[in-house]
């Protein structure tokens, strides 16, 4: 026999919102209920365990700010992320900028801040609730190689395939980051364009520092195993190839949007067609979120972007400076100069001593003038080396006020050797007042 019970209206309400409040707490628990409640700068600042990040500007116009790691990944976060974008790619991306943040810190050591505020670093924008969300959920969380943090890269767009780090950084030795197919998610891309005058390339390599003219023409050398351009020759210029990162480069980023083109010309007009905005290595913003939007986990998309890097704990992990230098440095008490050589340098900080002071003697006798103290640092890899210096690629040496910083030894004697750099570079320092106005080439 069947009993049929009845609620009073106001008994089936109190039911179902019992009901409704122990089926919420169910899925959701307390962590997720925090979750969604404004998250705070002060709840970012206890997440970041007393790390701070030190963020300065390259031409001094804004004073050194430091603020707690976790509120600079929100605000990097809001200024590099993409609008809008599905919270798996935000998180991956927040857990890329750590990682990167904490391998380059000390980037900017010389002008007293751990790095910029520009795209030469990362780009900060006003922290959003997004971006606090995405920091605070994935707060701690790093990509490690070998038990530290890992030196990764991300970019806008690939396009639909990553670039190996090799190919832009010459010298850069990161296996997790070679070149991937990401064209599954880039299917409905539009090609952009550009069109420039052969005076205004001219003008762009010119400033870069290239000497020569008129351009007469412009032609593709190659291509690497990504589909992007890995050498141009610019007719009538000195010299006269160049590599497609450093053309992009004095181009404008911004106006050659990645080095994914081709070129055709017509008359005194140069027109690029591309795919992709950036430098294409590492993980790729707009693929990342359309990765998430489908589905893909944040584990996923670091998988895809960083194979063979994994995602732990900063408790667990080893947090060294970006670059270490120094193992063994001959002070300057007497000699006037102070050298600094990476560890395990094959070159002694003695040896590379005696050809500094020895440059710097019999130039300053032959040019009648003198510096002293003169800082020497010689890089442990050319990707720090060009990371540090900002100069074209095939600069051996850059000289900044009284310091200058090398190229790794071994590309060195590839080159002009040591001696021959130093003194060359010696003579620019020495010159400084005289070459301030003139190309790179000329230095």
């Known amino acids: 026999m069947r009993r049929s019970y009845r609620l009073s209206n106001r008994a089936l309400g109190i039911v179902l919102l019992i009901a409704g409040a122990a089926a919420y707490f169910q899925t959701w ?265 489908r589905g893909e986990s944040l584990e996923a998309i670091l998988a895809q972007y960083y194979p063979n890097l994994q995602l732990n704990d900063l408790a667990s992990a080893s947090v060294k400076p970006r670059e270490v230098v120094a193992a063994t440095v001959e002070a300057a008490n007497r000699s006037g100069v102070l050298v600094s050589v990476p560890r395990d340098s094959k070159v002694s900080a003695r040896d590379l001593e005696r050809v500094a002071v020895a440059a710097r003697e019999s130039l300053s006798r032959v040019l009648g003038t003198a510096v002293s103290p003169v800082t020497v640092e010689l890089h442990e890899s050319l990707d720090h080396f060009r990371l540090e210096v900002r100069r074209p690629w095939w600069v051996s040496a850059a000289v900044t006020g009284t310091t200058i910083d090398l190229a790794p030894a071994a590309l060195l004697a590839q080159r002009e050797g040591i001696d021959a750099t130093v003194r060359t570079a010696m003579a620019e320092l020495l010159m400084s007042a005289e070459l301030v106005n003139r190309p790179a080439w000329v230095r």
């Not at 509120?71 to 990097?76: D, N």
């Not at 005194?268 to 294409?280: I, K, S």
């Open 29 to 293: 628990g307390p962590a997720a209920v925090a979750s969604q409640a404004d998250i705070t700068d002060e709840q970012l600042e206890a997440a970041s365990g007393g790390r701070t990040v030190a963020i300065g500007s390259p031409n001094g116009e804004r004073r050194i700010l430091r603020i707690p790691l976790e509120v600079y990944v929100a605000r990097v976060l809001a200024g590099e992320g993409e609008p809008n974008a599905p919270d798996a790619a935000r998180q991956a991306l927040a857990v890329a900028i750590r990682t990167y943040t904490l391998v380059q810190m000390g980037r900017h050591r010389r002008e007293g801040f751990d790095l910029c505020d520009t795209v030469h670093c990362q780009v900060l924008g006003a922290a959003n609730e997004s971006s606090r969300r995405a920091a605070l959920t994935t707060a701690r969380r790093v990509l490690t190689v070998n038990g530290a943090p890992a030196e990764v890269f991300y970019s806008a767009s690939c396009g639909g395939r990553s670039e190996g780090a090799a190919q832009v950084w010459p010298g850069a030795t990161f296996p997790y980051m070679q070149v991937i197919r990401d064209d599954d998610v880039h299917e409905e891309d539009v090609p952009w364009t550009l069109d420039m005058t052969l005076d205004e390339v001219r003008q762009a390599l010119s400033r870069a520092g290239f000497g020569g003219g008129p351009l007469r023409n412009i032609e593709i050398d190659g291509y690497n195993g990504s589909g992007r351009v890995e050498r141009l020759r610019v007719s009538g210029m000195r010299p006269d190839e160049v590599a497609g990162p450093a053309f992009r480069e004095a181009l404008g980023t911004t106006r050659l949007r990645s080095t994914a083109f081709t070129l055709e010309r017509q008359g005194n007009v140069v027109r690029f067609t591309g795919r992709g905005y950036g430098h294409g290595v590492g993980m790729c913003v707009i693929g990342a979120g359309r990765r998430a939007r």
